[in-house]
């Protein structure tokens, strides 16, 4: 059994916390937590099980990192603080683990990630001896490793395009929705994740893995923008209100450039209700998806739709990019220490997990 630490209990870690404890080669081991009303308590209750897992949660990283666990699932945030993400993960990597994360855009394309991100890690792995995978939907399998899989069915490829629409307000975190992505800001307020060549800084990576694994040099990347304002005040369930005249839709595309055309391009089109931009892409159930879209021939389209925590489409993609890092694990853990990226590890079945029930 691979003695296994899920770092970070919201709305990825609880989800971490069922996928370790079901995958039958992992051992949920230990619970780091941040804040001090989730210490002490079981692993299965913060999970969202009815039974308990027989592992207090903890604060004490130290004790923790000291018993050498062989892996680690860091699913505390990085967007708001990179630098301590960044620490965190060289700790774990330096007291020899396996870190799997979602935690860091940045490291998602790790052979072109910057040297002021790659340094430290490559030294912590020196030290330590720990292995690092870091993933998640989109960025992560929505538009690297599912495109690649499915670019293996056709014969000719004219272009890839990897879309996500979604309608956000089942996206229960207020902070990134309103501030970081800017839906109920006014259409003057720049969002920093909309501010030009961010969208590149996040959602470029992934389109240098699709060139590489399709063998084909980017000559460029470029952004397009698109934003459309509320016409009349709504409400949603999770975060409230949301005024007319607000932002309340948005559609970019980042692309890749191949001989003078955007022949492989990320496009998200997502609004916090689904009134905002109707003539806009909408998704078949209303509510979000993943596709893919091979233009050539044959023409191939694959959409993906995850639900989870009472039909929750957010809590699906987050329960896909768990499983994507969690079901990584015992592959990571037989390979050599170093710094991985999606087109390295494999994806893989699900073996042992059929029909395996949990608490």
Same mark, same amino acid.
């Given at each position: 059994?691979?003695?296994? !630490? !899920? ?17 039958? #080669? ?17 692993? &299965? ?14 604060? *004490? ?13 860091? @699913? ?34 790790? %052979? ?10 490559? =030294? @912590?792995?020196?030290? /330590?001896? /720990?292995?690092?995978? !870091? ?16 670019? /293996?069915?056709?014969?000719?490829? *004219? ?25 109920? +800001? ?25 060139? %590489? ?18 016409? =009349? ?13 607000? +932002? ?5 595309e980042v692309q890749g450039i191949v001989d003078g055309e955007p022949r492989?391009?990320? =496009? ?10 109707? *003539? ?20 191939? =389209?694959?959409?993906? #739709? ?10 699906? /993609? ?15 853990? &037989? ?12 994806? %893989? ?11």
């Amino acid at each position: 059994m691979i003695s296994t !630490v !899920v770092w970070g209990t919201g709305n990825v870690g609880r989800l971490a916390l069922r996928a370790v404890d079901a995958h039958p #080669e992992l051992e949920l081991t230990d619970v780091i937590v941040h804040t001090p009303d989730k210490v002490g308590r079981d692993a &299965g209750e913060l999970a969202g099980f009815e039974t308990r897992l027989g592992v207090a949660a903890t604060d *004490d990283i130290d004790a923790v990192l000291a018993r050498k666990p062989r892996a680690v699932v860091y @699913a505390a945030s990085g967007d708001l603080r990179p630098d301590e993400a960044l620490e965190d993960i060289g700790r774990a990597l330096r007291a020899g683990a396996v870190v799997v994360t979602c935690a860091l855009y940045g490291l998602y394309d790790i %052979r072109n990630t910057p040297d002021e991100l790659r340094a430290p890690l490559l =030294e @912590a792995v020196e030290e /330590g001896g /720990g292995s690092l995978f !870091v993933s998640g939907v989109d960025p992560g399998w929505g538009n690297d490793v599912l495109p690649v899989l499915i670019s /293996g069915l056709g014969s000719r490829i *004219d272009a890839v395009r990897c879309q996500e629409i979604f309608d956000y307000s089942t996206y229960e975190q207020p902070e990134a929705v309103r501030y970081s992505v800017g839906f109920g +800001q006014p259409m003057d307020y720049m969002a920093p994740m909309l501010i030009e060549t961010v969208p590149s800084m996040i959602w470029g990576g992934q389109l240098r893995l699709i060139a %590489r694994a399709l063998g084909v040099e980017l000559e460029d990347i470029r952004e397009t923008m698109e934003r459309r304002p509320l016409e =009349e005040t709504v409400t949603t369930p999770s975060m409230g209100e949301f005024e007319a005249g607000t +932002q309340g839709a948005i559609r970019f595309e980042v692309q890749g450039i191949v001989d003078g055309e955007p022949r492989l391009v990320i =496009e998200h089109v997502t609004r916090i209700h689904p009134s905002c931009a109707p *003539d806009w892409p909408q998704p078949a159930n209303g509510t979000g998806a993943h596709r893919v879209i091979i233009e050539g021939q044959p023409h191939i =389209e694959v959409t993906v #739709e995850a639900s989870d925590e009472g039909e929750n489409r957010s809590a699906g /993609g987050n329960a896909t990019a768990v499983g994507r890092l969690v079901n990584a694990i015992d592959w990571l853990a &037989g390979q050599q220490p170093g710094l991985y990226d999606a087109l390295d590890v494999p994806l %893989r079945p699900a073996v042992g997990r059929l029909g395996r029930k949990q608490p």
